[in-house]
C-alpha cells in the first residue's frame, strides 16, 4: 500500500533543469473578433520537464490574461508558446499567424514595453 501512495507523490521541483525558454502569448477573444501576439521573449532560469518542455505555462499564461482584461479585452483566451531558440519560437508564431489569418479577425501585437512576461 504504501509503495502506491509514493508512486503517487507529486514531483520535486528539484527534479527539473533550470534553462532558458524564447515564450510568446497567443490570445483570442469570441467577443470582439481580435487576436492578440506578444514578441517573442527570451526568459531565463525557467523549470523544464522531462520531455524538454516549459513547466507551470499556465502561470504565464494568467498573467497575459491579466493584462489583456486590464486593457479592457472581454474574456480572452490565452495560450503561450515555447522553444528553445528564438528561431524555433519566430517559426512557430509565423505558423499560428497563417492559421488564423481571417479578413474578419483583428490583428493587435503587443509590444514588450508594454507587456513582459515576468
Known sequence: M????C???????????????????FSFSYSDSSVYFT????????????HGKLVKTGI???QLRTYLISK?????????????????????MEKVMKKHNDPKISWKVIPQNE????
Open 2 to 5: 504504501v509503495l502506491v501512495l
Open 7 to 25: 508512486s503517487f507523490a507529486p514531483k520535486d521541483d528539484n527534479n527539473y533543469k533550470l534553462k532558458s525558454r524564447y515564450v510568446f502569448g
Open 39 to 50: 514578441d517573442v521573449q527570451c526568459l531565463d532560469s525557467m523549470q523544464i520537464g522531462e
Open 60 to 62: 504565464f499564461s494568467d
Open 72 to 92: 479592457g479585452v472581454p474574456n480572452p483566451i490565452t495560450v503561450i508558446f515555447n522553444e528553445k531558440n528564438e528561431k524555433s519560437a519566430s517559426k512557430q
Open 115 to 118: 507587456f513582459k512576461f515576468k
